[in-house]
């Protein structure tokens, strides 16, 4: 029997936390939840379901925050999920019936169903949309920026088996999560890339151009349409407001 410690990180969860916990609960023993100061339930809500629940606040960036929570768990295999995931059955039967240990990797990287509302598209970018969810702690760990980390190690396979991500609730929340273009802007703003005016615009029509042609965004209607146009103004915002961060600085050292 694989043993499996899950992790999680929140803030104001209620929704998704109890539905999350119990996927995870399928296949894992041991469960810490890092919360970064939520102000409804989600804390009791974990406790409830017997995760063991840290606070961290204020959030380190998501990179720093998932990785504060890994000297709590008990095991080395780590499944890292976001409060809005869940396991599906064919992730559960591929864990029960192989032990983790003998494939010799330190991480194993699984496929992705994004939805909108309760609308699943293979296009868009959607699916397969392959991701790095179980590791080991030991052997990997994740890049420590502010927004979309993700885990390194030196080996890794890909199994054809699915997590299931709540993404959207509808196209309002989906512009909400244009917010996410600020931490992205800040992680390149910290980096040591050029950045030029013309940048926010190459790269915000081009996201939405290969979204909507070359991932076929055009075929699912509206769906398709905001999508693309979503990751288009992300694009555009990311691009935009690092340069101004950067502006911002050079200013400020200039006074």
């Given at each position: 029997?694989?043993?499996?410690?899950?992790?999680?990180?929140t803030?104001?969860?209620?929704?998704?936390?109890?539905?999350?916990?119990?996927s995870?609960?399928?296949?894992?023993?041991?469960i810490v939840?890092?919360?970064s100061?939520?102000?409804?339930?989600?804390?009791?809500?974990?406790?409830?379901?017997?995760?063991?629940v840290?606070?961290?606040?204020?959030?380190?960036?998501?990179?720093?925050?998932?990785?504060?929570?890994?000297?709590?768990?008990?095991?080395?295999w780590?499944?890292?999920?976001?409060?809005d995931?869940?396991l599906?059955d064919?992730?559960?039967?591929?864990v029960?019936?192989?032990?983790?240990?003998?494939?010799?990797?330190?991480l194993?990287?699984t496929r992705?169903?994004?939805?909108i509302?309760?609308?699943?598209?293979?296009?868009?970018?959607?699916?397969p949309?392959y991701?790095?969810?179980?590791?080991?702690?030991?052997?990997?760990s994740?890049?420590?920026?502010?927004?979309?980390?993700?885990?390194?190690?030196?080996?890794?396979?890909?199994?054809?088996?699915h997590?299931?991500?709540?993404?959207y609730?509808?196209?309002?929340?989906?512009?909400?999560?244009?917010k996410?273009?600020?931490?992205?802007?800040?992680?390149?703003?910290?980096?040591?890339?050029?950045?030029?005016?013309?940048?926010?615009?190459?790269?915000?029509?081009?996201?939405?151009?290969?979204h909507y042609?070359?991932?076929?965004g055009?075929?699912?209607?509206l769906?398709?349409?905001?999508?693309?146009?979503?990751k288009?103004?992300?694009s555009?915002?990311?691009?935009?407001?690092a340069?101004?961060?950067?502006?911002?600085r050079?200013n400020?050292i200039?006074?």
């Amino acid at each position: 029997m694989n043993e499996i410690s899950g992790l999680v990180i929140t803030l104001n969860e209620s929704r998704n936390i109890v539905d999350c916990l119990r996927s995870m609960k399928q296949i894992c023993d041991d469960i810490v939840v890092v919360d970064s100061g939520s102000s409804d339930d989600t804390v009791e809500l974990a406790k409830a379901e017997g995760a063991t629940v840290i606070v961290q606040k204020p959030f380190l960036g998501d990179g720093p925050q998932r990785t504060h929570g890994l000297p709590y768990c008990r095991h080395q295999w780590i499944l890292n999920l976001d409060a809005d995931e869940r396991l599906e059955d064919d992730f559960v039967q591929y864990v029960k019936r192989t032990n983790l240990d003998d494939l010799g990797v330190d991480l194993i990287q699984t496929r992705r169903r994004n939805l909108i509302g309760d609308r699943f598209t293979p296009h868009v970018g959607q699916y397969p949309d392959y991701v790095k969810r179980l590791f080991r702690k030991d052997r990997a760990s994740f890049i420590p920026v502010v927004a979309h980390t993700y885990v390194e190690a030196k080996s890794s396979i890909s199994e054809p088996i699915h997590i299931t991500h709540y993404s959207y609730r509808d196209y309002l929340d989906m512009v909400e999560k244009c917010k996410y273009a600020g931490w992205l802007a800040k992680n390149l703003a910290d980096s040591d890339k050029r950045l030029y005016s013309w940048q926010p615009f190459m790269h915000g029509f081009w996201s939405f151009l290969s979204h909507y042609v070359l991932k076929a965004g055009f075929l699912v209607g509206l769906d398709g349409l905001t999508l693309s146009i979503c990751k288009g103004v992300g694009s555009y915002l990311k691009y935009a407001h690092a340069i101004e961060i950067r502006r911002a600085r050079k200013n400020k050292i200039n006074e």
